[in-house]
């Protein structure tokens, strides 16, 4: 009897939630039958497209640099384009790979592909040819749609393959060489619609491969109903509002973002390339109420001068979502300050989705923290030997969800006690059960027998004032087997040395944990989604390289 109580009680909740974000729509019963023939062709990870046009077919679905399109024709182009595709390969090629910024191409890709009944793997638009070619080939890819800036990646990685190609963004006309468009495709077959596929198409995103070769993960329409409302519940996301999504769509981070606005029929408000006066300027114009950011761009948004800043007050904003790395904390709060306390950072992995988020409320007393799991997950935090750890002290992050992914492409899948799937990062609760993300389980650094997580290191030197950022490793050494080695952004104008580095993390924490070396370094190197890649980072003077990257 108390599990059906909870199920009910869980149920209206979920209703009350979905409701208040305006997922029950108000609308003529025609829309509703419209809205229930999209869910009976089948629930995909895209099909929120084809909802959002079926409920306000002339609601402006995106803005580009293009101009803008309804959800209608949205709807309809990517309906265009699964036709064009089935043509083009004369069958349902089982997974087509998109290489492309944040556009209106990259949406026909994605949600056409899907409606084909293929498999969609979303590229990192920072690869190389190599890169690529290896993912290309183990993904089994047999159409590649890709922005034209990449055609020369493109030709070194598909050399010798049998992979098809579509440009979804052209720059210049002249280069084409007679390549076939997703604007060609869209247009040849405007108003048709492909037949329902033999499979159900789904999403393969690529772990951040920050310290490796990134894996393909697949996810559908993970978690449902469910998994939006924990969300809404932490983030105030209302329908058929503006929101700029600045963040890489091609990340596990942008893509739900995108997925999110579709489902709340809200506009999205997007550009190429990252720039933080520009993005500022969309949030502006469009009058909007979201922003979607990875951290580095809240970073830089903030970092303006003062006078650019107050071009922009932005007072329509009332969420500011992040995810994908930590946030320096006094970003976090300066942001705040000067837009409001708007700021929901979220705690993601690309196989479990959301697992925490922290409000504003909790980022205004620690601003490093990941907040509490969201409805419906459960976090532990375990030992090396699979006990749960006091609160206060550093555990293995364990996750218990809905949002589960369906396991990695290769077969392969993470690892899991019981039920929960260890996530690989670390991490503790303080006594208000916010959660804390240490690192990854694999970063800690054991020197002269002491085990050292980066990120405490990291923080403390971010906090000298005239840090700009840190990226802590370590590396090997005869005497301790690993010591610790920093690399350090000073701020312009930065007067202190290496050694007053030092002595600002000594002054603060145990000697073991202050950097034998120190690297002053003009920026960190960093990957598409603005997650510091430790594995670039140049070898420290003495050093045989970075253990353990």
Known sequence: MAAVVARVRDALWMVRVLQRAGMVPLVRPDRYLRMIAVVRRGVTATTGIALA???????????????????????????AFAVGLLTLTGGEPRTVAVLARNHRGFVHGLAGATRAGSDVLLLNTAFSGPQLRDVLVREQAAMVVYDQEFQGVVDVATEGLDVAEVVAWVDDDAALAGRTTVDTLVAQHAGERPGRAARRGSVILLTSGTTGTPKGARRGADGGAAA???????????????????????????FGQLAVAAATTCTVVTRRR??????????????????????????????????VLERYPCRSLRFATASGSRMRPDAVLAFMDRFGDVICNSYNATEAGLISTATPADLRVAPDTAGRPVRGTTVRLLDDDLREVPTGEVGRICVLSGSQFSGYTSGATKDFHGDYMVSGDVGRFDADGRLFVVGRDDDMIVSGGENVYPLEVEKTLDAHPEV????????????????????????PGAGVDVDGLKAHVKAQLAGYKVPRDVVLLDELPRNATGKVMKRLLPSTAGGPGLAGS
């Open 53 to 79: 046009a079926a409920r306000a077919p002339r609601r402006t679905a995106l803005v580009d640099e293009r101009g803008a399109l309804t959800w209608a024709e949205l709807d309809a182009g990517c309906d």
């Open 228 to 254: 939006l409302a924990a969300m809404f519940d932490r983030i105030p996301w209302r329908a058929e509002e503006s929101v700029v999504v600045a963040a890489p769509m091609f990340h596990a981070w942008g």
């Open 468 to 491: 700009h950022e840190s990226a802590v490793v370590g590396v090997e050494d005869e005497a301790f087997g690993q010591r610790l080695a920093a690399y350090v952004v000073l701020r």
């Open 274 to 307: 990252f720039d933080p006066e520009a993005t500022l300027a969309l949030v502006e114009e469009h009058a909007a109420t979201g922003l979607a950011v990875v951290p580095v761009m809240l970073e830089r948004i903030i970092d303006l001068p003062d006078e």
